[in-house]
């Protein structure tokens, strides 16, 4: 299973466009990439999955480098209700590693 | 649409007592999980089912835990003699898809205290 590397915290400000990284060296050709955001008292909310390349939908981007031993998580002009812990998975099936996630807060 | 319920949101147990979580999934999910997260980390895999069959419970800390899903569509969760150390958000998750690329959608979870 593939661990994954990313900060634990960040600020930014509202309207701001914002990128979390994540790290993960030892990703498995069949792995998949996916984020999840979670609110105080919520479960986690699926936000993107990608392969490679970039994939982008109506709330982010996800860019994913050629030798996908890393991803980015991008959110365009984000709002205070951004404000959530982010997790970065990988793997190829439903056993993931959930880290701790980043804490994101945006600030006024 | 009805998204992913839980019952009861709040728990909480005496040491020793048995305790059933109950996880309503969306209809005509495939795949339902259960994970336990402790404060300030991510889910933790707990249990797998695919319909009715319970593919993967590697995740199971131990034989006092115990998952079903007899027809399928509603799953319950069951600690016997609850520890201090079980005190968690149990979350339960469906897809309508199988591994490898899906997404689950969570409940809000199941916060069980055991004093």
């Known amino acids: 299973l593939a661990k994954t590397t990313q900060p634990i915290s960040m600020d930014s400000y509202e309207g701001q466009e914002v990128n979390i990284t994540c790290s993960h060296n030892n990703i498995a050709t069949n792995d998949y990439i996916t984020w999840y955001q979670q609110f105080p008292s919520q479960g986690p909310r699926f936000i993107i999955q990608g392969y490679k390349t970039k994939v982008t939908n109506e709330v982010a981007s996800l860019f994913i480098p050629a030798d996908r031993k890393s991803s980015t998580l991008s959110l365009p002009r984000v709002s205070l209700s951004d404000t959530a812990v982010y997790y970065c998975l990988v793997g190829e099936n439903y056993q993931l590693i959930w880290g701790a996630g980043t804490k994101l807060i945006i600030k006024p | 649409g009805a998204g992913v319920s839980q019952s009861p949101r709040y728990k909480v147990a005496k040491r020793g007592q048995d305790v059933a979580l109950r996880c309503d999934p969306i209809?005509?999910?495939?795949?339902l999980f259960w994970y336990q997260q402790a404060l300030g980390q991510g889910p933790e895999f707990l249990t797998y089912?695919?319909?009715?069959?319970?593919?993967?419970k590697s995740g199971l800390p131990s034989d006092r835990f115990f998952a079903e899903r007899p027809e399928g569509s509603v799953s319950t969760l069951k600690i016997q003699r609850t520890q201090q150390e079980d005190s968690a958000v149990y979350l339960c998750a469906s897809s309508f898809q199988r591994p490898p690329a899906y997404e689950q959608y969570f409940g809000p979870g199941t916060r069980l205290t055991v004093t």
């Open positions: 089912f695919q319909n009715e069959a319970q593919l993967d």
């Open positions: 209809s005509g999910h495939v795949s």
